[in-house]
C-alpha cells in the first residue's frame, strides 16, 4: 500500500487508491511543469541579449560598477536593485542577467502556485498557473530587471498563504508565508503592496470570524520590513515620507481621477509604456482575451458560490480590483506591467470558471465545448506570442540603437569618468559607462553651470534629437553624430583627444 498498489486473492497486484505522496508528486508534478515551461519559454522567446531597458538601467546601475548610480526618482524601491545584486555586482553580462531572472522567476511562480494547493483542485492551479504565465506581458517582464512581476509573485502567493491560515488556524507555515509575500511586494513597489493587501486588511478586522492577530500582525509586519528602507530614505534623501509621496505623485503625472482603461487596451499591443497613449487601438483579437478576462472572472465567483466556497474566490478577486484600481482609475498613462498583479489573481478564478464549463458539458455538447476550448486557447498563445515575438523586436532593435551610440561616443572620447546629458542620456549613459545628470526635470541634481565647470576637467556631452537646438550652453560645442543622435561634444574632450 506504500506505493498505491494492493494484492488481490489471487496473488496479482493491481493499482490501489493513490496515497497522500503520490498525490502530493502529481500536483506538484504539474505546477512543474508549468514553471518549468514559463522558464524556457524566457529563455527562448525574450531574447538574453535584449539589452536593458532604461528603467532596468537605473536599476541595475544602482548596484553595478558597470557605470555610476543613475538618479533614482521618488518612486522607485531599492527592491530590484537587491534582487539582481548576486549577478549585477559582479558582472556585466545582460544575458548572465536575463538567464539568472529567468530560473528565479520560474522558481517563484512555482511557490505561488504551491500556495494555493487544496483551496483549489491541481489541474485548475496549474491552469491558473499556465494561463499567467503565457501572457506575453508575463513573459517579457518576468527575465527583466522590473518590479512589477514581482509584486504579482507576491501577490498571488500572499493571497493564497492567507486563505490557508484562515482555513487552518494550525497552520504555521501560512502566517510566515503571509509576511514573506507582503514584505516582497513592498520591498519592490510599496504602494502596490498597500493597495493589493487592503481587503486582507479589512477581512481580519471588520469580519469577526476572519480575526486572526497572527494574520494580521503577519500583514503589517511584512508591510514594515518591505517598505521600512523606502521610508527611511524618504525621511534621508527626498524630505520626509510625505514630500517623497508627492514627488511620486508629480512624476506619474499627478494622482488624481483619470480613466486609463482605454490606455491599457492600447498598450496592449506591445507598448511598454503608453505615455502619452494615442493612436489606433490593438486589432480585436489582441485585446479579446482582456474583455474576457472579467466575465470569467465573475462566473467563477457564481460557481464559487453555488459551491460554498465563497472566500477562495472572491478574496483575490478583491485584492485583483484594489491592486488594479489606481493603474485603472488615478493615473493619465498606461504600461501593460503595471497590471501584472491583478492578472495573477484573477488566473485561478478564471482557470476555475474554464475548467467548469469543460467538465460541466454533457452529451453531444461535450466535445463541441471541448473543441472551443481548445481551439480558443491556442488561438490565445498564438496571439500572445506574435505580440511578444514584435515587442521583443522592437526592443532589441532600440537597445541596439542606445548601444551603437555608446560605441560612437566612445570613438568621440566621451569615455568613462564621463557625463551625459539630455535626450535619452540615461539609458545611453549605462551603456557608455557615463554618468546620467540632467538640469531640469526630476533630476536636478546639477544645475547648466554645473555641467560647464565639469566639463573643463571631464568628458561632458550633450544628446539631441536630430535638428533639435542644443541648450545654450552647449551651443559653442562641437557637434558629432553618434547613432541616430546629434551630440555636442565639450571642448575638453576634443583637446583631450
Known amino acids: 500500500m506504500a506505493h498505491g498498489l494492493r494484492v488481490t486473492p489471487?496473488?496479482?497486484?493491481?493499482?490501489?487508491?493513490?496515497?497522500?505522496?503520490?498525490?502530493?508528486?502529481?500536483?506538484?508534478?504539474?505546477?512543474?511543469?508549468?514553471?518549468?515551461?514559463f522558464t524556457l519559454a524566457q529563455l527562448v522567446l525574450v531574447r538574453p541579449g535584449m539589452g536593458l531597458g532604461w528603467d532596468e538601467s537605473v536599476y541595475v546601475s544602482q548596484v553595478s560598477d558597470h557605470a555610476p548610480a543613475a538618479f533614482f526618482s521618488a518612486p522607485r524601491a531599492r527592491g530590484v536593485p537587491l534582487l539582481v545584486a548576486p549577478v549585477a555586482a559582479w558582472s556585466s553580462s545582460t544575458p548572465l542577467l536575463?538567464?539568472?531572472?529567468?530560473?528565479?522567476?520560474?522558481?517563484?511562480?512555482?511557490?505561488?502556485?504551491?500556495?494555493?494547493?487544496?483551496?483549489?483542485?491541481?489541474?485548475?492551479?496549474?491552469?491558473?498557473?499556465?494561463?499567467?504565465?503565457?501572457?506575453?506581458?508575463t513573459l517579457f517582464y518576468g527575465p527583466q530587471a522590473m518590479p512589477n512581476?514581482?509584486?504579482?509573485?507576491?501577490?498571488?502567493?500572499?493571497?493564497?498563504?492567507?486563505?490557508?491560515?484562515?482555513?487552518?488556524?494550525?497552520?504555521?507555515?501560512?502566517?510566515?508565508?503571509?509576511?514573506?509575500?507582503?514584505?516582497?511586494m513592498a520591498w519592490m513597489r510599496p504602494m502596490d503592496a498597500v493597495w493589493t493587501v487592503l481587503p486582507l486588511l479589512a477581512l481580519t478586522v471588520a469580519v469577526r470570524r476572519s480575526r486572526r492577530p497572527?494574520?494580521?500582525?503577519?500583514?503589517?509586519?511584512?508591510?514594515?520590513?518591505?517598505a521600512a528602507q523606502w521610508v527611511v530614505e524618504a525621511q534621508v534623501a527626498y524630505g520626509g515620507l510625505m514630500q517623497r509621496l508627492s514627488d511620486a505623485s508629480r512624476i506619474q503625472g499627478g494622482l488624481g481621477w483619470n480613466l486609463a482603461f482605454d490606455d491599457q487596451l492600447r498598450s496592449l499591443g506591445g507598448r511598454s509604456l503608453c505615455?502619452?497613449?494615442v493612436g489606433a487601438m490593438p486589432h480585436p483579437a489582441v485585446t479579446v482575451w482582456w474583455f474576457a478576462l472579467p466575465v470569467l472572472a465573475v462566473?467563477?465567483?457564481?460557481?464559487?458560490?453555488?459551491?460554498?466556497r465563497t472566500a477562495r474566490t472572491l478574496v483575490p478577486l478583491a485584492c485583483a480590483v484594489t491592486a488594479a484600481v489606481p493603474y485603472l482609475l488615478l493615473i493619465g498613462y498606461a504600461a501593460p506591467?503595471?497590471?501584472?498583479?491583478?492578472?495573477?489573481?484573477?488566473?485561478?478564478?478564471?482557470?476555475?470558471?474554464?475548467?467548469?464549463?469543460?467538465?460541466a458539458a454533457r452529451g453531444a455538447w461535450r466535445p463541441v465545448v471541448v473543441t472551443a476550448a481548445v481551439l480558443g486557447l491556442a488561438g490565445h498563445l498564438a496571439v500572445q506570442f506574435a505580440v511578444l515575438e514584435g515587442t521583443v523586436h522592437r526592443t532589441t532593435v532600440a537597445h541596439r540603437d542606445w548601444a551603437r551610440t555608446a560605441n560612437d561616443l566612445h570613438r568621440l572620447g566621451v569615455r568613462p569618468p564621463c557625463v551625459l546629458t539630455g535626450h535619452?542620456?540615461?539609458?545611453?549613459?549605462?551603456?557608455?559607462?557615463?554618468?546620467?545628470?540632467?538640469?531640469?526635470?526630476?533630476?536636478?541634481?546639477?544645475?547648466?553651470?554645473?555641467?560647464?565647470?565639469a566639463a573643463r576637467a571631464t568628458p561632458v556631452a550633450v544628446l539631441t534629437k536630430p535638428g533639435a537646438e542644443p541648450p545654450a550652453f552647449a551651443r559653442t560645442w562641437s557637434a558629432r553624430q553618434a547613432g541616430e543622435l546629434t551630440v555636442y561634444v565639450a571642448p575638453f574632450v576634443l583637446r583631450e583627444g
Open 10 to 37: 489471487t496473488g496479482t497486484r493491481r493499482p490501489g487508491p493513490p496515497t497522500v505522496t503520490s498525490l502530493r508528486l502529481w500536483r506538484d508534478g504539474w505546477l512543474t511543469l508549468v514553471a518549468a515551461g
Open 98 to 137: 536575463r538567464i539568472y531572472l529567468a530560473l528565479l522567476s520560474g522558481l517563484a511562480l512555482f511557490l505561488a502556485l504551491r500556495a494555493w494547493r487544496g483551496l483549489f483542485p491541481a489541474r485548475v492551479v496549474a491552469l491558473g498557473g499556465a494561463l499567467f504565465a503565457s501572457l506575453w506581458i
Open 149 to 184: 512581476f514581482w509584486v504579482a509573485i507576491g501577490a498571488l502567493a500572499c493571497v493564497g498563504c492567507f486563505l490557508r491560515a484562515r482555513a487552518e488556524p494550525g497552520d504555521r507555515a501560512a502566517p510566515w508565508g503571509v509576511f514573506a509575500s507582503v514584505a516582497l
Open 214 to 226: 497572527r494574520l494580521l500582525a503577519a500583514l503589517l509586519v511584512g508591510l514594515v520590513a518591505g
Open 275 to 277: 505615455r502619452p497613449c
Open 299 to 308: 462566473l467563477g465567483l457564481v460557481l464559487a458560490v453555488r459551491a460554498r
Open 337 to 359: 506591467r503595471f497590471l501584472l498583479p491583478a492578472y495573477a489573481l484573477l488566473a485561478l478564478p478564471v482557470a476555475d470558471a474554464l475548467v467548469h464549463l469543460v467538465t
Open 424 to 453: 535619452e542620456a540615461v539609458p545611453i549613459a549605462f551603456y557608455t559607462g557615463c554618468a546620467s545628470r540632467q538640469p531640469r526635470g526630476h533630476d536636478t541634481s546639477i544645475t547648466e553651470a554645473g555641467l560647464v565647470r
